[in-house]
Nanobody, 121 residues
Framework: QVRLVESGGGLVQAGGSLRLSCAAS????????MGWFRQVPGKEREFVAS????????DYVDSVKRLFNISRDNALNMLYLQMDSLKPEDTAVYYC??????????????WGQGTQVTVSS
């Protein structure tokens, strides 16, 4: 089974930037769409962004369009999320996962430990 390890989170002021990384091991993910998700306490995990296996297609939740950029490096089995102009409402634990056959968080039982992003106002 593929193991996913997220990193790169931290505390940043509103308007700042962070770059999240996701390392996949135990299998290749180079032929699979992948995505970023986030969760705040008391709320369901939500979709943030996805990218096709070859990087040709991306999708974002409306609230992060033109602010976040998802990318991948298949040679390294890595997934990234560049987050710019961060807002306090972006505060959450961020997770990566496969996004096939869908990007619905409920489709997946396995999740990594996530990485905490905290945006102060």
């Amino acid at each position: 089974q593929v193991r996913l390890v997220e990193s790169g989170g931290g505390l940043v002021q509103a308007g700042g930037s962070l770059r999240l990384s996701c390392a996949a091991s135990g299998g290749t993910v180079s032929t699979t769409s992948m995505g970023w998700f986030r969760q705040v306490p008391g709320k369901e995990r939500e979709f943030v962004a996805s990218i096709s296996w070859n990087g040709a297609f991306t999708d974002y939740v409306d609230s992060v369009k033109r602010l976040f950029n998802i990318s991948r490096d298949n040679a390294l089995n890595m997934l990234y999320l560049q987050m710019d102009s961060l807002k306090p409402e972006d505060t959450a634990v961020y997770y990566c996962n496969l996004c096939y056959p869908s990007c619905a968080p409920s489709e997946y039982e396995y999740w990594g430990q996530g990485t905490q992003v905290t945006v102060s106002s």
